[in-house]
């Protein structure tokens, strides 16, 4: 009988507030949010959850009864109001969910997560995920004495952090952003199989002069890609292609060589860009040959002379480079000009 009388009760506060609501009478409203808020202790002291969360979501007025929040939160009824809530679409509760969580309880990852898959709000649930994996990428300082196993771990954390967001943004129809995300998890899976390989390599953090100066040592062209790719920095790759292509001696250049057909596109500016760049260096038969196998990807005959001018001069050694070329339209390119 008495849970009986509660619910009448509390359906009367719902329907005397739906009233005063229609008949804009301010004062009735604030006596029914001021009974609620007596009902709300009562129920919450005999447990009645249920008809707690029918009184919060029949009164509609949740930021004035943010006190059931946290009356369901202490109880650890969250999820009850989660399932009760999760067919409703309201966004007005959704919206009050998540800034009761973000300002009281902002390290509850958990509930945060909770109230997201329950709500299918995945866009806010991927915005936790990437604010906590730059929050702790910050943290790293590599420039200090750590421990290798200390820092595998919070990597691993933090290849989580970036995983998540790539995946939940992507369910939230952010593709660039769920891109971005994915990015960064490869860099960080990068970095942690350097430090698994002993490898000094430290590509987290880094500026743009750290970024210069870095990426074209790499021997493989998919790291340098990865790096690139999360610093959004594509704009060195002529210099990589001379140092570890064209004007490398070893055998594992042609390895680079291949990745970088498969990787980046090879325009006639970036091989004007290559030929630039190639002036301040010294050329041997090995660049030669290399950078012939580039000049077969070239689409302008007008870029192709410019190039020629630009480094077949008197007192250099490129004079070879293209009447050597294993190419008759090329050869007859640039004997026309």
Same mark, same amino acid.
């Given at each position: 009988?008495?849970?009986?009388?509660?619910?009448i009760?509390? *359906?009367?506060?719902?329907?005397?507030?739906t009233?005063?609501i229609?008949?804009?009478?301010?004062?009735?409203?604030?006596?029914?949010l001021?009974? +609620?808020?007596?009902v +709300?202790?009562?129920?919450n002291?005999?447990?009645?959850?249920?008809?707690?969360?029918?009184?919060?979501?029949?009164?509609? !007025? #949740?930021?004035?009864?943010? #006190?059931?929040?946290? $009356?369901?939160?202490?109880?650890d009824?969250?999820?009850?109001?989660?399932? =009760?809530?999760?067919? %409703?679409?309201?966004?007005?509760?959704?919206t009050?969910?998540?800034d009761y969580?973000k300002?009281?309880?902002?390290?509850?990852?958990h %509930?945060?997560? &909770?109230?997201?898959? /329950?709500?299918?709000?995945?866009h806010?649930?991927? @915005? $936790? #995920?990437?604010d906590?994996?730059?929050?702790?990428?910050?943290?790293?300082?590599?420039?200090?004495?750590?421990?290798?196993?200390?820092? &595998?771990?919070?990597?691993?954390?933090?290849? !989580?952090?970036?995983?998540?967001?790539?995946?939940?943004?992507?369910?939230?129809?952010?593709?660039?952003?769920?891109?971005?995300?994915?990015?960064?998890?490869?860099?960080?899976?990068?970095?942690?199989?350097f $430090?698994?390989? !002993?490898?000094?390599?430290?590509?987290?953090?880094? /500026? &743009?002069?750290?970024?210069?100066?870095?990426?074209p040592?790499? *021997?493989?062209?998919?790291?340098?890609?990865?790096?690139?790719?999360a610093?959004?920095?594509?704009?060195?790759?002529?210099?990589?292609l001379i140092?570890?292509?064209?004007?490398n001696?070893?055998?594992?250049?042609?390895?680079?060589w291949n990745?970088?057909?498969?990787?980046?596109?090879?325009?006639?500016?970036?091989?004007?860009?290559?030929?630039?760049?190639?002036?301040?260096?010294?050329? /041997?038969?090995?660049?030669?040959?290399?950078?012939q196998e580039?000049?077969?990807?070239?689409r302008?005959? %007008?870029?192709?002379?410019?190039?020629q !001018?630009?480094? @077949?001069?008197?007192?250099?050694? #490129?004079?070879?480079?293209? =009447?050597?070329?294993?190419?008759?339209?090329?050869r007859?390119? %640039?004997?026309v000009?």
């Open positions: 009988a008495s849970s009986s009388l509660l619910r009760r509390v *359906e009367l506060l719902i329907y005397a507030h009233c005063f229609n008949s804009c009478h301010m004062e009735g409203i604030c006596l029914v001021d009974h +609620a808020r007596h +709300a202790f009562l129920l002291e005999l447990k009645s959850y249920q008809l707690l969360i029918r009184l919060l979501m029949g009164l509609e !007025q #949740y930021s004035e009864m943010i #006190y059931i929040f946290d $009356m369901l939160f202490q109880s009824q969250f999820d009850l109001l989660l399932s =009760t809530i999760s067919n %409703t679409n309201d966004e007005r509760l959704n009050s969910l998540f969580i300002r009281h309880h902002p390290n509850d990852e %509930t945060f997560t &909770s109230i997201s898959m /329950n709500l299918n709000m995945h806010e649930l991927a @915005v $936790m #995920y990437r906590a994996g730059e929050k702790l990428l910050k943290t790293l300082q590599f420039n200090q004495p750590y421990s290798t196993a200390e820092m &595998s771990i919070t990597l691993q954390s933090l290849l !989580q952090y970036y995983s998540d967001a790539a995946d939940t943004f992507y369910l939230a129809d952010c593709c660039r952003q769920s891109e971005q995300c994915l990015k960064q998890a490869r860099l960080i899976s990068l970095q942690l199989e $430090m698994q390989k !002993q490898q000094g390599f430290i590509i987290l953090n880094l /500026n &743009s002069k750290q970024i210069r100066d870095l990426l040592s790499f *021997e493989r062209c998919w790291h340098a890609f990865v790096i690139a790719d610093y959004n920095e594509h704009s060195l790759w002529p210099y990589c140092e570890q292509f064209i004007c001696k070893n055998s594992n250049s042609i390895v680079y990745e970088f057909q498969q990787l980046i596109p090879i325009d006639d500016q970036l091989i004007i860009r290559i030929g630039k760049n190639l002036l301040q260096k010294s050329f /041997n038969s090995i660049s030669i040959k290399n950078f580039i000049l077969l990807h070239i302008d005959s %007008t870029m192709l002379v410019h190039l !001018q630009s480094l @077949v001069t008197n007192d250099n050694g #490129y004079s070879n480079l293209f =009447t050597s070329i294993d190419s008759p339209y090329v007859d390119t %640039t004997r000009s």
